[in-house]
């Protein structure tokens, strides 16, 4: 179960903001780390989102995705200096292309964005659990029948995933081979898990409709909630303090600070 | 499109919608045990892909918001890549939903049964189209916003949507299309007012079709040629391999597309 609820429980001040005020820090992040296209620019932003990270006490919550940020990183810094050409400081040339310091540095801050970007999605994940942020995601304006089904895909995914699981041993067992041979019999053969869990799935949710709205599910009603948001004091500075960054980190772009190549994101 | 809106309607669209997001990013886990990895935390070989165009034709437009949320949730969210990319992902994976449906209703009269070759014919025609379309959105997006070239990206995903989807999408269809129908699981059993085939196909229709097919299947290997360099010559721009020529040839196919989809949601 663990494995698909990211949030940890805890009494950091990041924990206790409203879920609106972290959904506008991750956009910040977005804009904060998106603006910039030089190293040491990027890399700040990263590390204020380390830091937030470590102050949250969720590090260690994350550690199944360390790989993963790391992999993602490696991947920009080697792809972005073959395919964004340009700049005039030769480091060294392979098999006819030229590689730059421009380009080198582009990729090393095209890598701390895609992690603080991660990063700043998952620190919102664990410091949040999903019934506040499906009340957030309708206060923001989402229909309530699109947070609600949302909701619902969260809470369901550990019962389809257990399913799923059993069905694998299951096929396995009998001989099914989704393990090793070539794509296309791998491809071929896990229609064998799909097809069985297909049928599961809209066998344990062929009656949901009728559960939810005999317990007054109306798709489109307007509703009440029993938990409450409250948009606090320390909300209000907070927000206003990473939309005021936002602006500056935008005006800064605008005045040709943080930037290796000018022309481009 | 409407019923892209309307759909929220019904309680029974809005359980079709859990099932086919939960089930995409289900599946994503179950087979997360078996990765191959292309880049990682961004695309692998994914079973799993297989799921947005077969739920497409069962659950029509709930289909298309659960490939968007399935990916999101399994991949973005709960996988950890979830960045600026995640927007392109989940325009991608709505018009990886989108697609299929919407073309068979509006072109194709036989059902979607892949039990004779003309329907499993077309089935693969719109798997190649609708692989095509995602590989030109998504890595539009990724260059767009400096997040990873799109030839790359667009060369492992076409390939990596055709081959799952191409693969197993018929093979469950073939199984679960005839039991859907004859349960009223169909989206069309919920939705009334909408034809699950046309009964006759109006010439926008067709052309509808022929411009996603132009701007999805054609439109996304000339953009990939562009972003090695070739042809840009003949466009007056400079040898570069990413950036404004690419932006620009992808753009029009991307306006192509839209054009096209302008017309198929036309009655």
């Not at chain 1, 910040?28 to 006490?57: D, E």
């Not at chain 2, 005839?178 to 989206?187: F, N, Q």
């Not at chain 2, 054609?218 to 562009?226: I, L, N």
Request: hydrophobic share 55%.
């Amino acid at each position: 179960m663990s494995r698909y609820v990211l949030y940890a429980e805890g009494k950091s001040f990041f924990h206790s903001l409203d879920p609106r005020s972290k959904i506008a820090l991750v956009v910040c992040v977005f804009v904060w780390s998106s603006v910039f296209n030089h190293p040491l620019y990027t890399g700040t932003v990263l590390g204020a989102v380390l830091a937030l990270v470590l102050i949250s006490g969720v590090a260690s919550r994350l550690k199944l995705f360390w790989f993963g940020l790391v992999s993602l990183a490696t991947m920009s810094l080697i792809l972005w200096p073959l395919f964004r050409r340009g700049g005039e400081n030769v480091l060294f040339e392979a098999m006819g292309i030229v590689f730059t310091q421009e380009s080198v540095m582009y990729g090393l801050a095209v890598a701390f964005r895609l992690v603080a970007m991660v990063l700043s999605g998952l620190l919102l994940l664990t410091t949040t659990r999903i019934e506040d942020l499906e009340l957030a995601l309708t206060r923001l304006g989402m229909p309530y029948s699109m947070a609600f089904g949302i909701s619902a895909v969260f809470r369901f995914i550990p019962a389809m995933v257990g399913d799923g699981l059993t069905i694998l041993a299951a096929q396995r067992a009998r001989g099914v081979n989704v393990v090793s041979g070539n794509v296309f019999s791998r491809m071929k053969n896990s229609a064998a898990i799909i097809v069985p869990l297909f049928i599961t799935t809209m066998r344990r949710f062929g009656e949901l409709p009728l559960a939810i709205e005999s317990r007054g599910f109306v798709p489109m009603a307007r509703r009440s909630y029993l938990l409450e948001l409250r948009f606090r004091a320390r909300d209000v500075v907070f927000t206003a303090t990473v939309l005021f960054l936002a602006a500056l980190s935008i005006y800064m772009r605008l005045n040709g600070y943080g930037v290796v190549f000018p022309h481009v994101i | 499109m409407r019923e892209l809106f309307s759909m929220w309607r019904y309680t029974q669209m809005i359980t079709a919608f859990v099932v086919s997001a939960g089930l995409y990013a289900a599946l994503l886990f179950v087979f997360a045990a078996l990765p191959i990895w292309i880049i990682p935390g961004v695309t692998a070989v994914r079973p799993g892909n297989a799921i947005p165009p077969f739920t497409s034709l069962i659950f029509g437009p709930a289909a298309a918001w659960g490939s968007a949320v399935g990916n999101l949730i399994g991949f973005d969210i709960l996988g950890g890549a979830l960045t600026i990319g995640s927007i392109g992902g989940f325009i991608g994976n709505f018009f990886l939903g989108l697609v299929p449906y919407k073309i068979w209703h509006r072109v194709f009269r036989e059902e979607p049964h892949c039990r004779t070759l003309s329907s499993l014919l077309k089935y693969e025609f719109v798997i190649l189209v609708h692989s095509g379309v995602v590989a030109l959105i998504i890595p539009y997006w990724t260059e767009l916003v400096g997040f990873l070239p799109f030839t790359f990206l667009a060369f492992i995903i076409f390939f990596n949507e055709l081959i799952s989807a191409g693969i197993i999408a018929p093979v469950l269809m073939a199984l679960v299309y005839p039991r859907a129908k004859r349960v009223g699981w169909l989206w069309t059993d919920v939705m009334k007012g909408y034809q699950y085939t046309p009964t006759q196909v109006k010439s926008h229709h067709k052309l509808g079709t022929l411009l996603v097919f132009i701007a999805g299947v054609v439109g996304v290997w000339v953009t990939m040629f562009v972003g090695v360099g070739l042809g840009q010559p003949l466009m007056q721009f400079a040898p570069v391999f990413a950036g404004a020529p690419l932006l620009t040839v992808g753009g029009v196919f991307i306006l192509i597309f839209a054009i096209g989809m302008a017309l198929l949601s036309k009655d």
